[in-house]
């Protein structure tokens, strides 16, 4: 396929947009300059950030002409080259790898009692530390972290492996500074992800059961695919529903009518989440590499470029969603990008939807009737690349 | 050059020419045909380009896979037992051309 680059226009740069601002609050920034283009070179990141929402549909949609194979790709640096690092057809084989094991039949006959059991369990532990805890810190992201733990069958690891490895992997993969404690970290918890892995499969093999590494282990999948995606999932498999679980949470107690909405008709939980999502993507942006010169909606996009497909941005598009920095459960639906779009479409996506929306949300607010926001210590989002609650004190009675 | 024909309610139905081996799917979502949605790009995965075929095509519709199966239990609008499909598995060809779908009122 060849695209027409004749007419079209050069992208804008802006040299205002600064990391820390993003991190800070990245919506201001994205609404200033959804108002002169759908795509801009931002220096402070070194990329091309794709804004608009046809735009990063576009992107995400032709892996032909927009790669997701990055060079010197930082993920690639902290986690090994994963599946989402990877094109069709080699993205298409690892996949299928997966199987059915994040798929809703599985949730229904395994998974869905897992969460119901760590849920009770996490939730036990709040109400242990008392009004005041931390919503993240003591609920969303243990909870996140055992239920990835049991699904992908690290069993001798623990939530807190979990999490340590999730978080210094996902630190190098942001590591755009360069700075080398982050790598010494990132590889420590990669060479510990490794170990856990060759120990895994020979057991797992003689006790095959229904996890992720289980499946993976008969499989006849390069042992430095396995390595690669089991880092990229144990990434993705945590932040992503601790982050919807605790955007979806501050939303509610941010919003009395809203929490009503959903207090009155338990079927609207799905709603919070979903709406949860487009709100604030818990992935705001990942990369893609445009493999020739070409156009994306009007403007000229060099061959080679590295770009950012901003789905925080797009996810607040007011072309598509009225009202877009609103957290509304009732607004028209339109399809959101949270989870990506086209072969890279989130594998987790129906695991999130469950642990979080059917299972982690409904047991806390039943729970915790009078739940609420801590006055004194105000709750605070963070981040851009990934956003969620930094922390979330809460009280109930 | 296949003809897929999809039905949303009370306007004229969209009419597209498909390129051969593009699926329902790919064809609704290349010419903006509203109401597929197709998230996931065609992995039986998503559950938003649900379609209803029209009965005279039944029975030369391919096989429904275990992915499909478990997908299509989690529509968006409601499935029915006999014509509910996911578009991205149906490649219109001989006998199916031209395939007339009726497209769901809801896809998320």
Same mark, same amino acid.
């Given at each position: 396929m060849t695209t027409d680059v004749t007419g079209a226009r050069p992208i804008p740069t802006d040299d205002q947009v600064t990391i820390p601002a993003l991190f800070d609050d990245p919506y201001p920034i994205y609404r200033r300059l959804r108002s002169h283009a759908p795509v801009h070179w931002i220096p402070a990141v070194n990329r091309y950030m794709v804004i608009g929402y046809h735009a990063c549909r576009t992107v995400e949609r032709d892996q032909e002409r927009f790669s997701a194979d990055e060079t010197n790709s930082l993920m690639k640096r902290s986690m090994g080259h994963s599946m989402l690092r990877k094109d069709d057809p080699e993205h298409a084989v690892e996949r299928a790898s997966y199987g059915g094991v994040l798929r809703p039949k599985a949730i229904k006959n395994h998974w869905r009692a897992v969460f119901d059991h760590n849920a009770r369990t996490y939730l036990d532990r709040l109400r242990e530390i008392g009004p005041g805890a931390d919503l993240i810190r003591d609920f969303a992201a243990p909870y996140a972290a055992e239920n990835l733990r049991v699904i992908m069958g690290f069993y001798e690891a623990t939530q807190q492996d979990m999490q340590r490895w999730s978080q210094t992997m996902i630190d190098g993969t942001g590591n755009y500074a360069d700075d080398p404690e982050v790598w010494r970290m990132a590889k420590e918890s990669s060479d510990e992800v490794d170990e856990a892995i060759d120990r895994a !499969?020979?057991? !797992?093999?003689?006790? #095959?059961?229904?996890? !992720? !590494?289980?499946?993976? &282990?008969?499989? #006849?999948? #390069?042992?430095?695919? $396995?390595? &690669?995606?089991?880092?990229? =999932? $144990?990434?993705? /498999?945590?932040?992503?529903?601790? @982050? &919807? *679980? /605790? =955007? =979806?949470?501050?939303?509610? *107690?941010?919003? #009395? @009518?809203?929490?009503?909405?959903?207090?009155?008709?338990?079927?609207?939980?799905?709603d919070a989440f979903e709406e949860s999502v487009r709100w604030v993507a818990p992935i705001g942006m990942y990369p893609r590499e445009a493999t020739r010169d070409t156009e994306l909606d009007g403007f000229h996009v060099p061959a080679g470029a590295r770009l950012g497909v901003v789905v925080g941005a797009a996810n607040r598009d007011p072309e598509v969603f009225t009202n877009p920095d609103r957290y509304d459960i009732d607004r028209p639906k339109q399809p959101h990008l949270a989870f990506g779009g086209g072969e890279h479409f989130c594998a987790g996506a129906w695991v999130a939807r469950s642990s979080v929306a059917q299972v982690a949300l409904p047991m806390l607010f039943d729970t915790l009737p009078r739940l609420r926001l801590d006055p004194e210590r105000p709750a605070r989002a963070g981040g851009w690349v990934?956003? /969620?609650m930094r922390t979330l004190p809460v009280l109930w009675d | 050059m296949p003809r897929i024909i999809y039905h949303n309610g009370t306007a004229e139905p969209n009419v597209v020419e498909a390129a051969d081996g593009t699926s329902v799917m790919r064809a609704a979502v290349a010419n903006d045909v509203p109401g597929i949605v197709g998230e996931c790009g065609g992995q039986a995965m998503c559950a938003t380009c649900h379609v209803y075929v029209r009965a005279e095509h039944l029975d030369l519709l391919p096989e429904m896979s275990e992915d499909e199966e478990e997908m299509l239990e989690c529509t968006a609008a409601p499935r029915d037992e006999k014509r509910s499909r996911l578009s991205c598995?149906?490649?219109?060809?001989?006998?199916?051309d031209p395939i007339e779908v009726d497209v769901p009122a809801d896809q998320i």
């Open positions: !499969l020979p057991y !797992l093999r003689s006790h #095959p059961d229904d996890s !992720l !590494l289980s499946r993976l &282990a008969d499989l #006849p999948v #390069p042992l430095e695919s $396995i390595r &690669a995606n089991m880092k990229m =999932t $144990i990434g993705g /498999g945590l932040n992503e529903p601790r @982050d &919807a *679980l /605790g =955007t =979806t949470v501050w939303a509610l *107690l941010s919003d #009395p @009518d809203q929490r009503a909405l959903v207090a009155a008709d338990p079927a609207r939980w799905s990934f956003r /969620g | 598995q149906i490649v219109p060809g001989p006998g199916l």
